[in-house]
T-cell receptor, first 118, second 112 residues
Framework: DTGVSQDPRHKITKRGQNVTFRCDPISEHNRLYWYRQTLGQGPEFLTYFQNEAQLEKSRLLSDRFSAERPKGSFSTLEIQRTEQGDSAMYLC????????????????FGEGSWLTVV | DAKTTQPPSMDCAEGRAANLPCNHSTISGNEYVYWYRQIHSQGPQYIIHGLKNNETNEMASLIITEDRKSSTLILPHATLRDTAVYYC?????????????FGKGITLSVRP
């Protein structure tokens, strides 16, 4: 499978604990995006990387959230001191940077990582 | 801020065409119209996109009006597996700000 891969798919954690999600983008996609989705809502943008550089962060990304992409390949999203309001699905997506006739510039999503904070 | 407007829901009979409308009256000249769908508990799935010409692929057809202020996604022969939330999104290709901004989408229910 050469799609976007996310791990773990499901995580249940106690309030106050730290959690980390990993995303492996489609090979050679140099843009990587993180989104959050709560029940009944569309996905909300959190942040995106171009290679290893984090180019944009949403106001939704509080100080407890940190995302990294150290080598421009996989990325991690860490949530510190989790709160019940952090319960959501965390989506990762990737795309090429430059539009080409062959690859386009389409953004492809993984299956998401579900977080439940109890 | 979503730049598209979609009805909240619609349904159609299995085997019939599903025509999903979308308004994007403030679309800019360099913005494409993208459609994604999300089946319950899964990540969004790319369907199709276009700039001004009508587009067709193995999943659907996209009809964009000449003034580009609205579009219609057509699923020619809807099946029960097409029941999902469909998102219409306008997006600049490439560039520094090419992220997708989702609205609430339209929930399509395909009935047997």
């Amino acid at each position: 499978d050469t799609g976007v891969s996310q791990d773990p798919r499901h995580k249940i954690t106690k309030r106050g604990q730290n959690v980390t999600f990993r995303c492996d983008p489609i090979s050679e996609h140099n843009r990587l995006y993180w989104y959050r989705q709560t029940l009944g809502q569309g996905p909300e943008f959190l942040t995106y990387f171009q290679n290893e550089a984090q180019l944009e962060k949403s106001r939704l990304l509080s100080d407890r959230f940190s995302a990294e992409r150290p080598k421009g390949s996989f990325s991690t999203l860490e949530i510190q001191r989790t709160e019940q309001g952090d319960s959501a699905m965390y989506l990762c997506a990737s795309s090429p940077q430059t539009y080409t006739e062959w690859t386009g510039n389409t953004i492809y999503f993984g299956e998401g990582s579900w977080l439940t904070v109890v | 801020d979503a730049k598209t407007t979609q009805p909240p829901s619609m349904d159609c009979a299995e085997g019939r065409a599903a025509n999903l409308p979308c308004n994007h009256s403030t679309i800019s000249g360099n913005e494409y119209v993208y459609w994604y769908r999300q089946i319950h508990s899964q990540g969004p799935q790319y369907i199709i996109h276009g700039l001004k010409n009508n587009e067709t692929n193995e999943m659907a057809s996209l009809i964009i009006t000449e003034d580009r202020k609205s579009s219609t996604l057509i699923l020619p022969h809807a099946t029960l597996r097409d029941t999902a939330v469909y998102y219409c999104i306008v997006r600049v290709e490439g560039g520094a700000n090419s992220k997708l901004t989702f609205g609430k989408g339209i929930t399509l229910s395909v009935r047997p």
